[in-house]
């Protein structure tokens, strides 16, 4: 049972334009939510997170956006560079447990930004 | 430089044979986590360890056997037990108890493949 959902396994788009990744979950337990990026044969990074007590959370040129309602969340890129091609998971939490973070992961979506 | 460290980053193995992957990490994280992904998948929780000494099962646990017995190490068994071996093994740690921003930091990897 996939409880975070990244339903595009790949997307394109123009250097310069906006990326927009999205991501769906359906356990009403998590509470912080998470974006990797990883490059092949590498470990993945940590790129920007959100508690669900905001709906959005901006750094440089990247913005994360919670739907609660929905169980919805999207990473915004903009504007999109040629580094930023990577397979991009998103992750969720259902909040510490006074001694770790289990993070359940997407399946992951392949961004392209093509010149 | 501070970080975690995964060897070997490729191994090949016999059916039959268990083989132990190796993860330290020098951040002084009490958690530490180990991960599979395989192509379509994402991040599958193996085993992770709050502390030292103690450590659970994550969602697809058999087959693979961890011990904690420092807080720098958390060696992954693979044994002849788990029927699809062949994948890119991730370990990672985290901040336990005070952490509130649930960021895993990764290694670069293991990929393990039987012959």
Excluded at chain 1, 82 to 92: E, I, K, L, T
Excluded at chain 2, 49 to 73: C, L, M, P, T
Aim: aromatic residues 12%; contains cysteine.
């Amino acid at each position: 049972d996939q409880q975070v959902k990244q339903n595009s396994p790949s997307l394109s788009v123009q250097e310069g334009r906006i990326s927009i990744l999205n991501c769906d979950y359906t356990n009403s337990m998590f509470d912080y939510f998470l974006w990797y990026k990883k490059y092949p044969a590498e470990g993945p990074t940590f790129l920007i997170s959100i508690s669900s007590i905001k709906d959005k959370n901006e750094d440089g040129r990247f913005t994360v956006f919670l739907n609660k309602s929905a169980k919805h969340l999207s990473l915004h890129i903009v504007p999109s560079q040629p580094g930023d091609s990577a397979v991009y998971f998103c992750a969720a939490s259902a909040g510490i447990t006074g001694g770790g973070n289990k993070l359940t992961f997407g399946t992951g979506t392949q961004l392209k930004v093509e010149l | 430089d501070g970080g975690i460290t995964q060897s070997p980053k490729y191994l090949f193995r016999k059916e039959g044979q268990n083989v132990t992957l190796s993860c330290e990490q020098n951040l002084n994280h009490d958690a530490m986590y180990w991960y599979r992904q395989d192509p379509g998948q994402g991040l599958r929780l193996i085993y992770y360890s709050q502390i030292v000494n103690d450590f659970q099962k994550g969602d697809i646990a058999e087959g693979y056997s961890v011990s904690r017995e420092k807080k720098e190490s958390f060696p992954l068994t693979v044994t002849s037990a788990q029927k699809n071996p062949t994948a890119f093994y991730l370990c990672a740690s985290s901040v336990a108890g005070t952490s509130v921003t649930g960021e895993l930091f990764f290694g670069e990897g293991s990929r393990l493949t039987v012959l």
